[in-house]
């Protein structure tokens, strides 16, 4: 099982950056997925979730109306768009199923 | 929201000594919590999940209790590898939380 998460980076508060997350190894359209981020010495806090039978999505409340979650299932890859983005959303990205999380990608967001 | 409260924040133990980290939650959650082990620059590695079940690979050292709200990870005969950050987090509603973290570390 291999998630690598893409698109992290620099950007300016009310900025936008969308995420990727390629996996392969499993069944990419048969699990729910989910994006978790951990800001610098602070606990992992969940951002957001697409349930796979349904395609449901859950939000944090904390990004409700300015992030959204989708997948490819056709190209086994995972997206955030994350809009509005304020200094709070700073944090490694990770990209997670149930049992397994990527390495992360850094989304730094600054003046 | 399910707040989890872990206790302690750290412990200072040597190797191959035996610590008991424990989480509550602020209600009741059935068996629905995993435990996460996570080094410096790394992602967190599962553990526990169903409260009790081992994860791929992790060995019989690590030993996970509980239902309700509250529920303790034991780790037997610590070794060097160990030592790390564990983070308990409930998954009974689809949101999930962690607790804020027990840093384990070398004494």
Redesign the interface.
């Given at each position: 099982v291999q998630l690598v998460e893409s698109g992290g980076g620099l950007v300016q508060p009310g900025g936008s950056l969308r995420l990727s997350c390629l996996a392969s190894g499993f069944s990419f359209s048969k699990y729910s997925l989910s994006w978790v981020r951990q800001a610098p010495g602070q606990?992992?806090?969940?951002v957001a979730?697409i349930?796979t039978n349904t395609s449901r999505t859950?939000?944090?409340e904390s990004v409700k109306g300015r992030f959204t979650i989708s997948r490819d299932n056709a190209k086994n890859t995972l997206y955030l768009q994350m809009n509005s983005l304020t200094t709070e959303d700073t944090a490694v990205y990770?990209c997670a199923l149930?049992?397994?999380?990527?390495?992360?990608t850094l989304v730094a967001v600054s003046p | 929201e399910i707040l989890m409260t872990q206790s302690p924040a750290t412990l200072s133990v040597s190797p191959g000594e035996t610590v008991t980290l424990s989480c509550r939650a602020s209600q009741t959650i059935r068996n629905n919590v995993a435990w996460y082990q996570q080094k410096p620059g790394q992602a967190p590695r599962l553990v526990i999940h169903g409260a009790s079940t081992r994860a791929t690979g992790i060995p019989a050292r690590f030993r996970g209790s509980g239902s309700g709200t509250e529920f303790t990870l034991t780790i037997s005969s610590l070794q060097s590898d160990d030592f790390a950050v564990y983070y308990c987090q409930q998954y009974n509603k689809w949101t999930y939380t962690f607790g804020q973290g027990t840093r384990l570390d070398i004494k």
């Open positions: 606990r992992p806090q969940y979730g349930i859950l939000y944090a990770y149930s049992d397994f999380w990527g390495q992360g | -």
